[in-house]
């Protein structure tokens, strides 16, 4: 009963802004989790769920969607881009020797909606897209994030 509730405490704060305890608890019960405000605080600290502001006011967040994991992923990429280009539906990135399989995970955590899977190589990461514009638009963003590091 406590994973299936976690798990419904992780999916509830991915598809809503919830800011309180008391919110968390009423949705749970909604859902047919019986639950105390209590055991929705033990619950939250397991989780290492956090607070983080929101257009609402706050947030509760898991810790691998908060911004320092993607800042720490964007780096990750960064420390190894070389060079990109487009082949297609491909968008093509070169790195430095041996970071090709790190940038390319780094890549696939930062969940860009372009971006359907990549391959790594070497120095080489494939990335698959849909079609030749996502293609693009994910060369555009990557290159937009790049410029805020």
């Known amino acids: ?11 509830l704060i991915e598809l809503y802004d919830i800011s309180t305890q008391e919110e968390l ?3 749970l019960n909604e859902q047919g989790y019986k639950t105390t405000q209590a055991t929705v ?3 939250i600290k397991a989780l290492h769920l956090r607070k983080v502001p ?19 992923y964007l780096r ?8 990109m280009d487009q082949a297609g539906n491909l968008a ?24 359907v899977g990549s391959i790594a190589g070497d120095d080489t990461i ?5 079609s030749d514009e996502d293609a693009a638009s ?12």
Do not use: H, N, W
């Not at 990750?76 to 060079?83: A, K, L, P, R």
């Not at 093509?92 to 971006?115: F, H, N, Q, W, Y």
């Not at 994910?138 to 590091?149: C, F, M, T, V």
């Open 41 to 43: 605080s033990r619950d």
């Open 54 to 72: 929101s257009p609402k006011g706050q947030k509760y967040i898991s810790r691998d969607d908060s911004v320092d994991s993607r800042e720490k």
């Open 126 to 130: 494939m990335c698959a897209c849909r």
């Open 1 to 11: 009963m406590k994973t299936s509730r976690q798990e419904k405490i992780l999916e």
């Open 92 to 115: 093509v990135i070169r790195t430095i020797p041996g970071m090709a399989m790190a940038a390319a995970a780094a890549l696939d955590e930062l969940k860009l909606s372009e971006l």
């Open 25 to 27: 608890t009423s949705m």
């Open 138 to 149: 994910l060369i555009s963003r990557i290159q937009i994030l790049l410029k805020g590091i």
């Open 76 to 83: 990750i990429f960064s420390g190894g881009f070389v060079s």
